[in-house]
């Protein structure tokens, strides 16, 4: 209960003396985002405390404060987590080989559980009551957001206005801004749908709604040339391993995101890693999206070409299940869940001596082998090459092939005798 001194009881200024509730809102600057600030006041008559989580946006940070300041906003916060991001979130997921449906590097599904456990920093911090997404009520975000946000916050509240305001489109949103005397930088025109980190970009809508048609890249593309529009001219280049953590790019160490950097622009130069694909989303709908993630499809394949040299078959194959199983845990906003943390612990195991160099070759949207090397190689020349060595006799394989296949024989053996 809130106790007010009499002297203020009659005043025409009692809400002055009344702290208002805050709330902190997931702001990327764009237009869902931006409309939300002067909707949560005027709906909560509440403070909006914008958080913005760099995970490597680049240019779409600029001009962010103002835009905030403008519309309502208290204050702004733009938390440069890019390394975090890369060391905490990528990298087991490159260590795991992790990959959605056969196609799609995780790239959104990695960056919102770092993204809510910020918002849930800053919501401690300012001493706020609720957190509010701009995630549709269509889309995987809001799970992802949401659960984060229940994991390490089960007492805030969270407000997804896409689930329950009357607006329903751009027009409709610069609408209301307008009548309340707001006037913002965006159009009505339709255009892509689209999300960016340090890993990738994404891209729905216009187009691509249609499965039947084929993508417009020359009006898509960001990070990226097409294929046909990359150089004639191929580039090698090499990347060194320790523990299964990217070290080095052609013998110069870097952090983890630097490297990524200037994978996203060598593979980008080449058309490397534009993927177009139909996914199953959380909400039971399928949805066509294309990604374009240059240097995280160079990352991964130097990863598994160095792994084949590395981990025995049994290994191997545990682990390529288990990436599967991981893979599926991420992107279905189960981050936080001691599943993903028991996963985890099994690929970190297998990475122990995941070390060494790759070389590849960048050509029109290829990647090609140049060369793996690494001290723990358990590839044996001797063993695998035609001339005999020391350590294999052909002799012995006689022997093998006949426990081996004893199964076999004797099955067709019984069947043979039942057929008479």
Known sequence: MMYINSRYKNSMHLEEFIMKEKFVLAYSGGLDTTVLIPWLKENYDCEVVCVCIDVGQDKELEGLEERAKYTGAEKLYILDVVDEFCENYIAPCVQANAVYEHK???????????????????????????????????????????LGIKALAPDL???APWRTWDIKSREEELAFCAARGIKLPFSADNSYSRDRNIWHISHEGLELEDPSQAPNYDHMLVLSNTPEQAPDEAETLSLTFEKGIPTALNGQPMKYADILRALNKLGGKHGIGICDIVENRMVGMKSRGVYETPGGTILMEAHMQLEELILDKETLLAKKNVANEFANVVYSAKWF?????????????????????VKLKLYKGNIIKQGTTSPYSIYNESI?????????????????????????KVRAMKLAEANK
């Open 157 to 159: 509240k969270i407000i």
């Open 384 to 408: 695998a090459s035609f001339t005999t060595g020391d350590l294999y006799d052909h002799h012995d394989a006689g022997g093998f092939i006949t426990l081996y296949g004893l199964s076999t």
């Open 337 to 357: 869940s001691p599943l993903r943390e028991a996963y985890q612990a099994f690929i970190e195991s297998t990475q122990t001596y995941v070390t060494g160099e």
């Open 104 to 146: 799609y590097l995780l790239g959104t599904a990695m960056a919102r559980p770092l993204i809510a456990k910020k918002l849930v920093e800053i919501a401690r911090l300012e001493g706020a009551t609720a957190i509010c997404h701009g995630a549709t009520g269509k889309g995987n975000d809001q799970v992802r957001f949401e």
